[in-house]
């Protein structure tokens, strides 16, 4: 399996998705859920989409697997 991360256009999913996946989040740092994050990025590796951001609280970087493959 690849190891190579490829990039996704988070900016193609409606407003909705967006906001909703940049508000569901979980912080390792803070340990709480849904504090939200900043600068969302989404890609792909070994088959899973992620979005990757910052919390807003810390600004530790945060991740969200995407399981809704539509
Ligand atoms: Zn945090």
């Known amino acids: ?3 190579e991360r490829i990039d996704r256009d988070f900016n193609s999913r ?3 998705d967006r906001e909703e996946l940049m508000h569901h989040t979980w912080c ?4 709480q859920v849904d504090l939200g994050m900043t600068d969302p990025q989404e890609y792909e590796l ?3 989409v992620f979005i990757e951001g910052r ?8 991740y ?3 399981d ?3």
Not at 28 to 31: A, M, S
Not at 55 to 62: A, D, E, M
């Open 1 to 3: 399996m690849s190891d």
């Open 28 to 31: 390792d740092v803070c340990q």
């Open 55 to 62: 919390c807003q609280v810390c600004g530790n970087p945060v």
């Open 14 to 16: 409606d407003l909705k």
């Open 64 to 66: 969200t697997e995407i």
């Open 68 to 70: 809704d493959e539509s």
């Open 46 to 48: 070994h088959g899973i």
